[in-house]
């Protein structure tokens, strides 16, 4: 390949399209052409690198030391400029295929980059916009700090251990002479409690409480714990369940090493979850809570700029969507069904799957010692269900709603609703079954749902021909990919001519794959990607084969979620539709490579289950 060639390569990646003419000339004459194994390390942990690579063909996993997967790199993209600047490898760099690269030195880049203001400005401004969470560019989504930060990479602060009986003056002066904002108290029992500034405020003065009195008094326990090596984020989902402002922090030795509050997640976080959270806590009436559920889109669409992984983004909605549905249950529920009924919610919403705000699959579970009006149940539950409408949450149309009886009954009834679908199958009863089988309590009596799920496995026992018919259902569905890896459309739908079915021909498959296993081995799990651990745990699917059908389920959420959140903009129906056209060549190869696992997990399933002889 001549200069001109290599030239022409390299201005149409970004930014080296800011390259002047000579600088241009001067890249493509020290460039080289490496050919790379599958699987061969190209760049280590710990390692001096020395080349910019520019992958002709080829793909290139970003690794951290856990082995998780940062990023991918594919064809006309680079990598690791990161590593350049910094003279240190942070990551390991593998390839995943045959791969070829241009290299270029680093003393090259180096100079270039600091000659050519354009080209320092923008890989500065990427490193500090990636250590901030903030990085908008498509290929670096998943580099995104955000994600990988730890606990500890957050302000800390300092743990003040005093005895419970220790006087409040004493405590203030501690406080002050440690600069901590937070007391933490241990008992004669070596229970931990916690005192705030707020506490002395509130407690103290305006109690008007003597010095001398023990700070004990004024104390809170219920405390919540985080391992210091546990994801930021992973704390940021246990403050949103638990309406916390501060968490506990240990080391791997169990050890207290400090206080993590919400103000130290500030720099990591620019979306208002938490003030979402604790609007939710706070609403006094249906009205309040209404303005509190319509900030979740935003946050949303802000997480996933952010390039917010979807798994980690549907945990933390699904938080504060049960906020929402248990807080407005508590607030319009007649007094009889607190303490004596459960609303639960089914489907994706109860897998915690679900992330814009699609169809309610909800049911309500009545205590068989209920006593409540007939009238006044049906009241109460048409209300409920057009309230969430108000929310902004659509009535379901196959109408599987507790303000339609067949989803609100005792939990006897319920017991015989099971027994008949189990016993009497038919397409839509094992719809149903499925639907049940992933719900989730969002308000109430948790043990009533657990009694019935119980009551599910007992009844299917170890019928092999149910579990046959019930896993069945996923070969009515078609992977999307063709023998030569073409993409396979829908010729009988015209209106989506030249779109996939993306949860037809992929998410479906894996759920109903999975969830058809995990009733089989009687798993309490409803999410998809801890069932997947689970049966993995019981040596049903290999650590290999599990992380991948984990990483493609998580990748065609992400497409779906993208393609959702660009329809909303422009103010088009969303759906489960994406145009394979409009994803650039890494993004197409990924929806390959996925539905190609996809399809490994049907011969898996035809195999247990025997499927081609049901």
Known sequence: MDTQEQIK????????????????????????????????IIQNFSQEPRFLYFIIKGIVQEKNEDSEVLSLYSNHEFFDS?????????????????????????????????????????????????????????????????????????????????????????????????KVPTLLLKDKEKNLHIVTDSDFREKVILNKMSFDDSVGKISNSGLKYVNEDDFLFNAQLLMTKHGLKRLIVKNSNHDIVGVLDQISLSSFFATHTFSVSNEIAKATNVEELKIASQSLLKIVKSLYAKGVKVAFISKLINQLNRKIMDKLFNMIAPEELIGKSTLIVMGSEGRAEQILKTDQDNALILDDNCKIEKAKLETFTKEYTQTLVDFGFPPCEGNI??????????????????????????????????????????????????????????????????????????????????????????????EHKHELDIKKGGIFIVVQGVRALSLEYKLMRVNTLKRIKELTDKNIFTKEFSQELSEAFNYLNSLKLKSNIEKMDSAQTIDNYIDPDKLNRMEKDLLKDSFKIINKLKKILESHYKLNYV
Request: hydrophobic share 40%; aromatic share 14%; proline share 3%.
């Open 9 to 40: 390569f390299l201005k149409a990646i970004h930014p080296f399209e800011n390259l002047t003419k000579k600088q241009l000339e001067y890249f493509a004459e020290n460039l080289d052409i490496v050919y790379l194994k599958k699987e061969e």
């Open 401 to 494: 709603m507790l303000s339609n009886p067949y989803w609100c009954r005792t939990q006897k009834e319920f017991k015989d609703l099971i027994y008949d679908w189990i016993t009497h199958p038919s397409e839509e009863k094992f719809m149903n079954l499925a639907i049940f089988y992933d719900a989730f309590c969002a308000s109430g009596n948790r043990q009533l749902l657990d009694d019935l799920k119980q009551h599910l496995f007992k009844v299917c026992a170890d019928s092999q021909s149910f579990y046959m018919h019930f896993a069945k259902i996923i070969m009515d569905f078609d992977v999307p990919l063709g023998f030569f890896d073409g993409f396979v459309f829908d010729s009988k739908d015209k």
């Open 82 to 178: 990161i590593s350049l600047i910094e003279n240190f490898s942070k990551n390991c760099f593998v390839t995943t295929e045959e791969t070829i690269c241009y290299t270029l030195p680093r003393e090259i880049f180096i100079q270039v980059l600091h000659e050519n203001p354009a080209l320092e400005n923008f890989f500065f401004q990427s490193i500090s916009e990636k250590l901030n969470g903030n990085i908008n560019h498509e290929k670096n989504k998943e580099l995104v700090n955000l994600m990988v930060a730890k606990v500890k990479d957050a302000r800390v602060h300092k743990a003040l251990i005093l005895p419970f009986e220790t006087s409040i003056y004493e405590a203030v002066k501690q406080l002050k002479e440690k």
